[in-house]
């Protein structure tokens, strides 16, 4: 795993909300993760989500289960896939990026785009969270080549300095975000194609989006999102189980280490 970053990178995602990292991962590496990530979905089934108290969400037909195949919190089951994201060196070099003193595990989650899947509407990530911050980070690492034909995510440059922290329903409409945010509409995307181990890194606030998968072999790609120390419960319940939420108090610090571990700086 590649975090060296130049200050010439960490201006670039400041200024635009997304960087890409070109061999992120080894061959050795990628090959690796594909393979943990790979038991995880099968020993999850159908469950959306690992851990106790999350058996009740589960895949069905929908248009948004044929956007990809969602299965989040692999680190909890998976010693590999916990390796790779509870790492120091990467959350070293997330705060570096984002300026934050600390970081936490959001969720992981494995997108994996199948055949002739739906595309990715644009939308936000951090609106749908239990915390809000501009300093939130996702890292996107590829575990296939992903092309403009086989659905690689768009970004809009800049669109994180004008973001607000209402959540838009994102539903099947691509164009639903830019009605919320007309001041988008001029921006023009920058398309993010990577070969497997490239990263991508995009700011919570970061306005993207994917294609539609129009070749017969799959996109996966493994994510995890990042909350600074320090953020604090906003009211939304988004991976939380209800009896997490039953315990919290808006502006209560999320600091439960067996849901969102502290991988920088190591205590
Ligand atoms: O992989 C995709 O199609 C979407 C990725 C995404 O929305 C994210 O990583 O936040
Ligand atoms: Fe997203």
Redesign the pocket.
């Known amino acids: 795993m590649n975090t060296r970053i130049t200050s010439e990178q960490i201006a670039f995602y400041n200024e635009n909300g997304f960087l890409v990292l070109k061999d992120f991962l080894t061959p050795e590496e990628v090959e690796e993760l594909r393979a943990a990530v790979t038991a995880a979905v099968v020993q999850m089934g159908k469950q959306k989500v690992a851990g106790a108290g999350n058996q009740a969400l589960v895949e069905g037909e929908t248009y948004y289960d044929k956007?990809?195949v969602q299965r989040l919190n692999l680190w909890k089951i998976n010693p590999t896939v916990k390796k790779y994201f509870l790492n120091e060196a990467l959350g070293e070099m997330l705060c570096r990026l984002t300026g934050a003193r600390g970081m936490r595990v959001w969720h992981d989650?494995t997108?994996q785009?199948q055949p002739w899947a739906n595309p990715?509407a644009w939308?936000l990530?951090n609106p749908y969270w239990s915390f809000h911050s501009r300093q939130a980070i996702?890292i996107?690492i590829a575990l296939d080549d992903a092309t403009l034909q086989n659905?690689c995510?768009y970004y809009l440059p800049g669109s994180h300095k004008l973001a607000r922290f209402d959540n838009v329903d994102i539903g099947q409409n691509m164009d639903a975000l830019f009605q919320h945010y007309p001041e988008f509409r001029n921006i023009e995307p920058e398309a993010a194609v990577m070969k497997a181990g490239d990263a991508g890194l995009?700011n919570g606030l970061t306005a993207?989006?994917?294609g539609p998968n129009m070749t017969p072999r799959w996109?996966r790609?493994m994510?995890c999102?990042y909350m600074p120390e320090g953020a604090t419960f906003n009211g939304v319940q988004n991976i939380l189980s209800k009896e997490q939420v039953a315990r919290l108090q808006i502006g209560d610090l999320l600091n439960d280490e067996s849901q969102n571990p502290l991988i920088w700086p190591k205590q």
Request: hydrophobic content about 45%; proline content about 0%; overall charge positive.
């Open positions: 956007v990809f989650q997108l785009k990715t939308h990530d996702s996107w659905g995510l995009h993207h989006a994917a996109r790609a994510t999102a």
